[in-house]
Nanobody, 126 residues
Framework: QVQLVESGGGLVQAGGSLRLSCAAS????????TGWFRQAPGKEREFVAG???????YYADSVKGRFTIARDNAANTMYLQMNSLKPEDTAVYYC????????????????????WGKGTLVTVSS
């Protein structure tokens, strides 16, 4: 069983930066693909960024060039560095994990993730 806890959300002005963290307890990260998803008010949860066990990274088009995903397997922690934030990035951000050695964007389907955190709110003011 994997438990995920997000932190680092908050209020930031447009153009600013935030770094989210996702701390995992339980089995080591090394055999998991992990990712970030977000859900804005009135919208469906959507994929933001993902990283596989081999540290291959994938991004939604809307965040490419602005967000960077990384993880520290030894610390069982994943990060999302968010730069040049826009009001449309406002959402609850969730981390998720799936036990798999597969590669590719298809790993990070919303219905396919095995574990979820409770989320952290990011608000970007204009």
């Amino acid at each position: 069983q994997v438990q995920l806890v997000e932190s680092g959300g908050g209020l930031v002005q447009a153009g600013g930066s935030l770094r989210l963290s996702c701390a995992a307890s339980g089995p080591a990260f090394t055999s998991y693909a992990t990712g970030w998803f977000r859900q804005a008010p009135g919208k469906e949860r959507e994929f933001v960024a993902g990283i596989t066990w081999r540290r291959s990274t994938y991004y939604a088009d809307s965040v490419k060039g602005r967000f960077t995903i990384a993880r520290d397997n030894a610390a069982n922690t994943m990060y999302l560095q968010m730069n040049s934030l826009k009001p449309e990035d406002t959402a609850v951000y969730y981390c998720a994990a799936k036990r798999t050695f597969a590669q590719g964007m298809g790993v990070f389907s919303y219905n396919g993730m095995d574990y979820w955190g409770k989320g952290t709110l990011v608000t970007v003011s204009s």
